[in-house]
């Protein structure tokens, strides 16, 4: 392995590790003073937010923290990575886990007017330090996500001024900066002590945690655990298609590929995999921030999940693209699934350098396929056009993303299509909403 790439796998290893989550935690803490407090930012025009803020009066209720609410803005172009869709992505994909947190957001419109906004703004500005901010908060979020005016929502609550505009502009400002300077760029999102935790999402990360710590009157369960996928046993899924779009360079697919797979021959539905090219080389924007917080959050994914996780070679360049033009080859052999496995945990987790042609030799014997055979297919003519293919019908269902879903058939004429490998449960869920009982 070259000193350069050595370098950068160990750091990519240590981030990513349990050490250096336990130094910012530590760090974190011999900061504390007084009352130990959880900071949360707010947007108002963000669905994810508006789930998050229905768990605020539970999570201040079980634990011995003081919450913090803060407004913030939306998220920069770069740090929405495809600015076109990050909007409608965001409202289909808190609709879709709305129910399953036991949360709501109404059907109204995707996008709520941008004068209710700015009085929306304006009148919870002035509940920031107040104990009715989650209350007032969540009723006009229920306004705004109906679709609502500015003048109907000046109507039902407390009149405002161009200056109280003026102070909810400042608190967002104040909001945002503080945001950024903790390492974060989304809204909807929790700080704790060094670290970081996404809408309802996360929260059974940041409740486990406090629980750790004894800050919980419950400290045997929590207040938001993670949905359970809906039953599939005894159900025929022969008719549904699971069109699945991982990435060789993904962190977030190297802890669910294995996951995705075992889920596919419990449910007997389809599969069609369909590997994209890894998203910064598609040019989707990542800032050090964003880096940052993926590698920290993955290895938390990892345990929860129970995966093992340790040795990293990032194969970003050319090396995932010699990997990838093996992939028609290694498919026509039938193991495109096993390639794509092995070679997830072979850069993601036991340190083999795919870089290399050994690395990747151990990979492609590792399925039971010659070296010598498929070493002739590196400069095959396939491969690309059916990475482009995939990228165009992933972005087509409204992603950008890995890893990606996309269900269709069964008893439910409209697709269904998410991202993220901790919607796994939704995708079972979908798919045993459109099968049927023996």
Known sequence: MKIRTKVKSALVSFLAGRQY??????????????????????????????LALQK??????RYHVDIKPHLAAKPTAEDQGDEARFGSWAVRDARGIKAFYGTNLPEGTERPD??????AQAIIAKHLDKDSFSAVA???GECLWRGESAETIKAHFEATTHKDIGLAAEAIANGTAMRSNLGHWLSGTFYFEGEWYWSVDRLVHLENRLCELGLSNHPADVCVP????GPTFGRDASGIILEYFPSL????????????????????????LRPVMPMMMRGVPAPRKKQLYILTDMRREADYYDHSFSRIVDPIGEPVKRAFALFPFMESRGAGVEYCSRYLRAAWGDGVDITTDAGLRTVVEQCDVSWHD?????????WQPLLESNVTAMLDAGLWGVPSFRVSGGSIMEPFACWGQDRLWRVETDIALRTKTH
């Open 21 to 50: 989550p336990k130094l910012k935690r530590l760090q974190a803490r011999l900061h504390r003073r007084g009352l130990t407090t959880v900071h949360y930012f707010h947007q108002v025009d963000d669905p994810h937010s508006h």
């Open 56 to 61: 605020l009066s539970q999570l201040q209720d």
């Open 114 to 119: 941008p004068d209710a906004v700015l009085i």
């Open 138 to 140: 969540i009723e006009i």
């Open 226 to 229: 993670r949905p359970t996928p």
């Open 249 to 272: 360079r993904s962190p977030y697919t190297a802890i669910s590929f294995d996951r995705t797979i075992d889920m596919v021959k419990r449910t007997g539905v389809k599969l069609h």
């Open 374 to 382: 498929a070493s002739l297919h590196f400069d095959n003519e396939q």
